[in-house]
């Protein structure tokens, strides 16, 4: 007899292979049909969506960490790809990813194209892992309201201004999550090998994978126990969901042995600078992002779609007439794995982690909701198509800061709704840098001397590196960190001038998103030996400023 599936809902018994008298109440549904050429399908269709909209994104420079670790580390690898371990660009994660583009970089050339590439086509798989998460979800409802869950997961994933947002950078967050949702699917197909590749893939993407990976292993118990329940052998349970987490546990710590032990790299370098701390900070800390996540809709307020998917289970098991247990049972343990993995990867990271750390997540509650809109609607797809149309026009909305701040000025408590703290990283806003980054460089490459050049973290960091892909050859000068003051600030710039380049303009370049940016331009602006070269405005609420050094004198 067909084993059933372990996660609600269960797809119903085929005429003919169901064992003793039929359960009372309606007939079930027909199991549909899944063509082995559909996933590549929606591939197709994912990446050609994503090439459309970010078709200007494919020759972006670098930022944020981007900038400081994973390009470094391609360059580094394009440069020796026959030593994976032996990498000083980003010591702390894994080098799956960045190992990959530099091969590539190496077979092709270093352009900006590559990286942009290699990330579309993990968010195309993305895309298309949700999709088949929905469809199967959807299973037990016919064949139509299986793709119409697959589909409209998909959209409302594609629709969110973090997933556009990582698809449009070049950072591990978005095959750390697509790894996880091929697993995921993997297992509660019961394809033990598959889930094997795809989990030993995860580990060696990102090192907060490890936090993923408990949070798999939460959710193999899980459907370890329910198998039980249902009668099936213990040995062959643990043999399709404990066995891939086993094999893949011995990938990775195969990976970690000869990364400590031959390449002697210290295992502080695996935790940065990060502190630990008390069960109270971590567990305070993250009831705190869920409240506020429950509320601001386009950043991770995917929690509402969780209450819905669970809504729209207990609907679909009392109105259908079927034994509910191993139903929503199966369903809080899919629905319980996004909490945990939230948890893991909170208590992982130990300081307050960025909100794209979370993209891992949103398959789940996206998934999870897609089901019980279409639960809750009847199946009638005329009420469910406005529903989600509304909820993705929320989302479209706040893809980007301008319309974010539109939407403000016309309707500030709205604006409120769909504030995000961190508008750069999150949402498509992170372009207009860029495209400051861009035209900065530009201006001073083209200048008549090749200036010295201040500043802070990012900023400085596009002008000095050219991992970046913004400069070929690094602007001398250095960060504005070390001096808290303009004297020692104006002698250190001076000197370097006198060592290097007599007749170079010194510039001073600050921003509102560099580090203490505020507090170093009142400090620039309060001295008369700088004078305010050019002013910018990248995005909404933001400034960007360039100040040159005049006068080397002492201040009186």
């Not at 404990?242 to 990775?252: C, K, R």
Request: charged residues 15%; hydrophobic residues 50%.
């Amino acid at each position: 007899m067909r084993k059933k599936s372990a996660v609600l809902p269960e797809l119903p018994e085929p005429a003919g292979e169901a064992q003793g008298p039929p359960a009372p109440g309606p007939a079930p549904h027909a199991t549909p049909a899944t063509s082995k050429r559909l996933p590549w399908i929606v591939f197709g269709f994912a990446f050609a969506l994503l090439a459309v909209t970010l078709r200007d994104a494919v020759v972006d420079g670098f930022d944020g960490d981007a900038l400081g670790h994973l390009s470094p580390a391609t360059l580094e690898f394009a440069q020796h790809p026959w030593k994976p371990f032996m990498l000083k660009g980003d010591p702390g994660h894994p080098i799956l990813f960045a190992w990959v583009v530099g091969v590539l970089y190496r077979v092709f050339g270093v352009t900006n194209a590559l990286p942009h590439l290699a990330t579309w086509v993990l968010s195309a798989l993305l895309l298309t892992k949700v999709f088949e998460l929905g469809e199967h979800a959807g299973g037990a409802l016919g064949a139509r309201a299986a793709r119409a869950t697959g589909v409209v997961a998909a959209l409302l994933l594609f629709f969110h201004p973090m997933f556009i947002s990582q698809a449009a950078d070049y950072l591990s967050e978005m095959p750390n999550a697509a790894f996880m949702a091929a697993a995921a699917l993997a297992t509660l197909r019961g394809k033990t090998r598959a889930a094997t590749v795809w989990l030993s893939l995860l580990l060696l993407t990102r090192l907060s994978g490890v936090a993923t990976f408990g949070a798999f292993t939460v959710f193999a118990g899980a459907l370890v126990l329910l198998g039980l329940r249902r009668g099936e052998e213990f040995r062959t349970l643990v043999v399709k969901h404990v066995g891939p987490l086993f094999v893949s546990g011995l990938v990775f710590s195969a990976y970690l042995f000869v990364k400590i032990f031959v390449v002697k790299l210290p295992l502080t370098q695996f935790a940065g600078n990060n502190k630990w701390r008390s069960l109270a900070e971590i567990f305070g800390g993250y009831l705190r992002r869920v409240l506020y996540e429950a509320w601001v809709v386009p950043r991770l307020g995917l929690w509402v779609l969780l209450v819905v998917g669970a809504a729209g289970v207990l609907v679909w098991t009392f109105r259908e007439r079927v034994p509910g247990e191993s139903r929503v049972s199966g369903t809080v343990s899919l629905l319980g794995l996004v909490a945990v993995a939230n948890l893991a990867f909170y208590a992982a990271n130990f300081n307050y982690p960025q909100p794209r750390y979370f993209l891992v997540t949103y398959p789940f509650p996206i998934v999870a909701g897609a089901f019980g809109l279409l639960v809750l609607s009847r199946a009638r797809l005329a009420i469910y198509a406005p529903l989600v149309a509304l909820w993705g026009g929320l989302l479209l909305v706040s893809w980007h800061g301008r319309t974010i701040a539109a939407v403000t000025a016309a309707s500030p408590r709205l604006g409120r709704l769909l504030e995000m703290p961190h508008p750069p990283g999150t949402n498509l806003t992170q372009r207009d840098r860029i495209a400051y980054y861009e035209k900065l460089s530009r201006e001073l490459e083209a200048m008549p001397e090749r200036p010295l050049v201040f500043g802070l973290y990012p900023t400085v960091a596009v002008l000095h590196m050219p991992s970046g892909g913004f400069v070929e050859r690094g602007f001398d000068g250095g960060s504005l960190n070390p001096f808290p003051d303009t004297g020692p600030l104006v002698a250190a710039a001076c000197g370097l001038r006198a060592s290097r380049a007599p007749d170079a303009p010194i510039l001073m370049v600050v921003s509102s998103w560099d580090v203490t940016g505020p507090a170093h331009r009142v400090r620039l602006q309060a001295d008369p030996r700088f004078r305010l070269r050019a002013s910018a405005t990248p995005f909404a609420g933001s400034w960007a400023e360039v100040y040159e050094l005049e006068d080397c004198r002492p201040s009186i």
